[in-house]
Structures are given as structure tokens and as C-alpha cells.
């Protein structure tokens, strides 16, 4: 390449750097204090200092704010500008920015190169330098990997450098399409349409995304710089890199959401598990409580059968519940530990120690209701051995009663004296009879009156 060809080109990206550094620096100033104080001249309007010091308070916003030197800046002069520019770069070293011979009266007297060297050194460390897995060193490589990453599988794109790379447009378009794939119809794009597809990428990256066009089609096509293209790509990063923080901290406030309404419910299930058991408990306790025993030693029977049938199928469930509701507290308990949350405490109704109570009462019931099935057992055991007795003995006495009215229905005597004796020893023998049988009916009838004080249920029969 001849110098004057070299110099020629060297002229031009110092034009397109300046111009694109503008358009740069004046999209930071618009988020700054003074929205409508903008470069125009980048030689000039940065020799007072203070437009850096904007600057550098909207690209560092947690670091101190510059002060510029006192006085009015229209009438400074040049030793205060000097005190602004060395404000400046004593700032930049202190945030690592390599400053290799620039200082501050290079950019008062707006030496191009140097004054544009100084934008890029501030652009390449405190910007390019923020690139997940950039240093100092490696920060452009940082860049295109992330590139790289964004674009690849994509038709036509091959990201190898920052200059031809990017002259067709395609991956500029592939970078919009890779985050927002409503924005671009990638398939559409046509790849011999180098300038319709940078323009269409420049066009909707400012429109859609608010990436203010810092190119123009003609910088890529003509003489792509790698520090233009990486500055423009810049903004790409951020934009999408705080749109994917974003989205984390979406994702992060339905997981917050998520985990409220899960907790909710879990309480919700505790509250709701331990109401129904304590009504369980509190309902089977009334009923093991109760004495309203059936008369009779069958339906007894049938009583002691339910209360086996209760112990073997009923409460078994229920002692799993009472486990169940342990293990939820506990599990709810540990998972609000675990994500640093305010433990849950229920209401006094609902503690645990409330259902231990509960169930504490069910069982001294259930010893009650097991000795007081007994005992009504062995009390219709007795009446029905009493009742057995007395049917045995009455119908001995029945049989009796029948046989003695039969004699006594005999009206003869006899024909002789002999005859007439011997029937009146038959009646003297009956008589006697029913002097040793009424103490027997007595008998009987005291056991008939105890099965009817005992309330025995066929005391009408036997009565």
C-alpha cells in the first residue's frame, strides 16, 4: 500500500472514529445531568474537561462525582482546564485505564489521534472491559467469543474479526434475531444486500431496541474499523446483557411468587390436614365416651366386634395422618429455613402440641370404652346364665304345678277302707309337696326379680 494510499485510509478512520465517538459519547451525556449539553466538535468541546467529567459520572455512577475547577467554564483558562483533564485521567488510572502518552495538554491543544486514543482507551477498559470473562488483556477476545456464540449456526455469518465479519449486515441481523427473533425475519434477509441488511439491522436496533445508530452502512462497507465495531457491538452487549438481567430477575420474582403461593398452600394443607383430624378425634372421642349399651349379650357382642374393628381398620389411617402432619410441619419448616424465610408458626388451635392433647384424651377413651365393654359383657353374661337358671327351674316348677293339679283333679277315693287310707296319705303327701315347693317358687321369683331390677331384655317373658 503506497503512503499516500495509507494515509488516505488512516484519514478516513479517523473521521469515521470521530464521528462515531460523537454519536458515542453524546448518548451517555443524554442519560447525564445535562441532556442538551452535546459534543459537536469532539476536538474541541472536550479541552475544558468537563464534558469527560459528565461523562465519566454516567459511566461510573457509583464512584464520586468529578468536580470541575471553579468559575464560569466559558471564561477558563488554560491552567484550569489543565486542573479538569488531570482530575480526569488521575480518575481513568485509578480505574486501570492504560494511558500510554496522552496527557492533558494533548487534549487541550486537540490533537487528533491522541484525543481519540484517549476516548478508546476510556471505551476499551471501562466498557469492553465489563464483558463476562474479559480482563485487561483478553477484553476484545471476550468480545468475540461472545460474538461468536450469539451467531452461530447462522447462515452466512462467520464472526472472525471485527471488520469483514460484519460488512454483509448478516451478523448484526443474526445478534438482533439470537435475542429477539420477532424482530427479524433472519431467512428473509438477502446475503448479496451487504448495505439493505446493515441498514436494516442499524434501522431496528435503534428503533426496537433504543441502540442509537452509531454507524452508518457506508463505515462497515467502505473502511470497517474494529474500534468503531466493537464500540457499536457494545452497545448490543449491554442492551442484551441487561435484558437477560432482566429476565434472570423475572425469573427470580415467579420463582419468589412461586415459592410464596407453594408455602401458602403447604399452610393452607397443615391448617385444613389438622382441622379434619382434630375433628376426627374429637367426633371419635364423644363416641367412645358414650355408654348407651344395647340390653342384650349379642348386640354386646356385635359392640365389642366394632370396637376391634376400629382399632384394626379406623384408627390405623388416623395414626398415619397424625405422622403425615409431623412430616409436613417439618418439611415446611425446613424449606422456609433453607430459603432464609420467616418461619411458620400455626395457631394455637392448630399446634401440634393441640393435637397431642386431642389424641391423648381419644386414647383414655379408649382404655374407658374397652373396660366398660367388659364389664357390660360379663354383666349380660351373668343375666343370661340367670335367665338360663330360672327357664330351667320354671319349667321343672311348670311340670310340677301340672302334675299335682292332675292329682288333685282325681276325685275318688276308693271303693274300700283300704283304698280310702291310702288316698288320704296321697293327700297328706301333697300337701307336704307344696310346703317344700313354695320355698323353690320363692326362689324363682327372687330370680325373676333380679333379672328385672338387672333390666334384662326378655324380663317381660320371664315376669
Not at 94 to 116: F, M, R, Y
Not at 145 to 168: E, P
Not at 270 to 287: A, G, N, P, S
Not at 401 to 410: A, Q
Request: aromatic share 10%; proline share 3%.
Amino acid at each position: 500500500m503506497s503512503f499516500r494510499r495509507r494515509r488516505n485510509l488512516n484519514s478516513e478512520r479517523e473521521l469515521i472514529q470521530k464521528k462515531t465517538w460523537t454519536k458515542w459519547i453524546n448518548s451517555y451525556l443524554k442519560k447525564g445531568q445535562h441532556p442538551d449539553k452535546l459534543v459537536e466538535d469532539l476536538f474541541v468541546d472536550l479541552q475544558d474537561g468537563i464534558i469527560f467529567m459528565e461523562l465519566l459520572q454516567v459511566l461510573c455512577p457509583d464512584d464520586p462525582a468529578l468536580k470541575p475547577a471553579r468559575g464560569n467554564p466559558a471564561r477558563y483558562q488554560r491552567i484550569h482546564k489543565i486542573e479538569n483533564l488531570n482530575k480526569v485521567l488521575s480518575f481513568l488510572k485509578s480505574k486501570d485505564v492504560q494511558l500510554v502518552n496522552i496527557g492533558s495538554e494533548d487534549i487541550i491543544a486537540g490533537t487528533p489521534h491522541l484525543t481519540l486514543g484517549l476516548i478508546w482507551s476510556l471505551i476499551y477498559y471501562l466498557q469492553i472491559g465489563e464483558v463476562e470473562g474479559a480482563d485487561s488483556k483478553n477484553a476484545k477476545a471476550a468480545l468475540l467469543r461472545w460474538c461468536q456464540m450469539k451467531t452461530d449456526g447462522y447462515a452466512n455469518v462467520a464472526v472472525k474479526d471485527f471488520t469483514k465479519s460484519w460488512q454483509s449486515g448478516l451478523a448484526f441481523n443474526a445478534l438482533i434475531h439470537k435475542h429477539r427473533p420477532d424482530l427479524v425475519n433472519f431467512d428473509e434477509l438477502d446475503p448479496n444486500d451487504a448495505k439493505g441488511n446493515l441498514q436494516h439491522a442499524f434501522d431496528i436496533a435503534e428503533s426496537a431496541l433504543g441502540i442509537d445508530s452509531l454507524l452508518d452502512a457506508s463505515d462497515v462497507l467502505d473502511y470497517p474499523d474494529d474500534k468503531v465495531i466493537m464500540t457499536y457491538l457494545m452497545a448490543y452487549y449491554n442492551y442484551f446483557n441487561k435484558m437477560k438481567e432482566a429476565d434472570i430477575t423475572g425469573q427470580r420474582i415467579r420463582n419468589f411468587v412461586d415459592f410464596q403461593k407453594e408455602t401458602r398452600q403447604d399452610i393452607e394443607k397443615y391448617e385444613q390436614m389438622v382441622t379434619e383430624l382434630l375433628k376426627w378425634v374429637k367426633w371419635k372421642t364423644k363416641i367412645l365416651d358414650g355408654r348407651d349399651f344395647p340390653n342384650n349379650l349379642k348386640a354386646m357382642q356385635g359392640c365389642l366386634d366394632e370396637f376391634k374393628m376400629y382399632h384394626r381398620q379406623e384408627k390405623p389411617p388416623k395414626i398415619k395422618e397424625k405422622s403425615d402432619l409431623h412430616a409436613h410441619l417439618f418439611n415446611l419448616r425446613t424449606k422456609l429455613t433453607a430459603n432464609s424465610r420467616e418461619g411458620y408458626t400455626p395457631p394455637e388451635e392448630l399446634l401440634l402440641s393441640s393435637v397431642e392433647t386431642a389424641w391423648d384424651v381419644l386414647e383414655r377413651a379408649e382404655k374407658d370404652r374397652a373396660s366398660a365393654i367388659r364389664v357390660e359383657l360379663q354383666r349380660l353374661e351373668l343375666l343370661e346364665q340367670m335367665a338360663a337358671r330360672f327357664r330351667k327351674k320354671a319349667s321343672l316348677r311348670a311340670a310340677w304345678v301340672r302334675d299335682t293339679k292332675s292329682m288333685l283333679s282325681d276325685q275318688s277315693f276308693g271303693n274300700d277302707l283300704g283304698e280310702v287310707v291310702a288316698s288320704k296319705k296321697k293327700e297328706e303327701a301333697i300337701q307336704t309337696d307344696v310346703k317344700t315347693y313354695g320355698e323353690r317358687f320363692r326362689v324363682l321369683s327372687n330370680i325373676s326379680s333380679d333379672l328385672n331390677v338387672q333390666n334384662y331384655y326378655e324380663k317381660d317373658e320371664i315376669a
